[in-house]
C-alpha cells in the first residue's frame, strides 16, 4: 500500500477535525478493517486502485469528500456469508460522520453511494455513477490483473464448495454480461467495457 491512500484519508478527516488522534484512530479502523485475515480482494489495495481511478476523473467530480467517505468506508463491513454488508458498512460511515460532524448533504451522498454498491443499478448521477464505475475498474483491467481478482473473490467464499461457488459466481457474470452496459460513464465505458465483457466471458467460459 502506498501513502497517497493513508494521506487521502487524512486529509479528508482533516476537513472536519484537528483532532490528530482521532484522525489516526480513524485511520487505524481502516486498515484493521480492510486487513481482516479472510480478505483477499476487499483490501486496502482495491481502495487504492479505486482511488487512482477517480483522481483520473476528479476533475468531473461535484463533491469529492462525498465521494471520498464513500471510498474509504463502502466495505469496511464486509463477510462473504452476509447479505447486508453495504447497508452495515453505511451505517458505520454514519456514525463516523456523525462523530466528524460532517455536514448533511455530504452524508446523505456518501452513505448514498456505499448502499448503491449492493445492486450496481446504472445512474445518471455523475458523483455517484463515478464512484459505482471505480468499484468495477478491475472488470476491465488486463486478464493477468482480473484473473488474480477473480482468484482472490474465489479464496474469500473459499467455506463454499466448487459447485455451490460456481453456480452462484455464474449468475453474478450472467448479470454483468446481460447489461447493456457495465459502467454508468462514459469515461469507463470507453476505458473498460469491451474489456470487462471479454474477461467476464472468459471467466463464465472456463468455470
Not at 486496502?44 to 465521494?67: A, F, P, R
Not at 458523483?127 to 472488470?139: H, Q, S
Not at 488486463?142 to 453456480?167: C, H, P, T
Request: contains cysteine; proline residues 1%.
Amino acid at each position: 500500500m502506498s501513502d497517497i491512500l493513508k494521506s487521502s484519508f487524512q486529509h479528508l478527516v482533516s476537513a472536519y477535525t484537528d483532532d490528530i488522534e482521532l484522525n489516526d484512530s480513524l485511520w487505524i479502523d481502516i486498515v484493521t478493517a480492510y486487513s481482516e485475515q479472510w480478505r483477499h480482494y476487499h483490501t486496502l489495495c482495491h481502495l487504492e486502485l479505486m482511488l487512482l481511478e477517480l483522481q483520473n476523473v476528479k476533475y468531473l467530480i461535484n463533491d469529492w469528500n462525498s465521494v471520498l467517505f464513500a471510498l474509504f468506508y463502502h466495505d469496511i463491513v464486509y463477510l462473504p456469508t452476509r447479505t447486508d454488508n453495504e447497508e452495515v458498512s453505511a451505517v458505520f460511515l454514519s456514525r463516523v460522520q456523525d462523530i466528524l460532524g460532517v455536514p448533511h448533504r455530504c452524508r446523505v451522498q456518501s452513505e448514498e453511494f456505499v448502499r448503491a454498491t449492493s445492486g450496481h443499478t446504472h445512474t445518471t448521477e455523475i458523483d455517484k455513477g463515478l464512484f459505482l464505475d471505480a468499484d468495477l475498474a478491475i472488470l476491465g483491467q488486463e486478464w493477468e490483473k482480473y484473473s488474480l481478482y477473480a482468484a482472490n473473490i474465489r479464496r474469500e467464499y473459499g467455506m463454499f464448495s466448487d459447485v455451490q461457488y460456481n453456480e452462484g459466481r455464474a449468475a453474478v457474470l450472467r448479470r454483468f454480461l446481460n447489461m447493456k452496459f457495465i459502467y454508468s460513464t462514459n469515461e469507463f465505458r470507453d476505458r473498460y467495457e469491451i474489456r470487462a465483457k471479454e474477461n467476464l466471458q472468459r471467466e463464465l467460459s472456463s468455470s
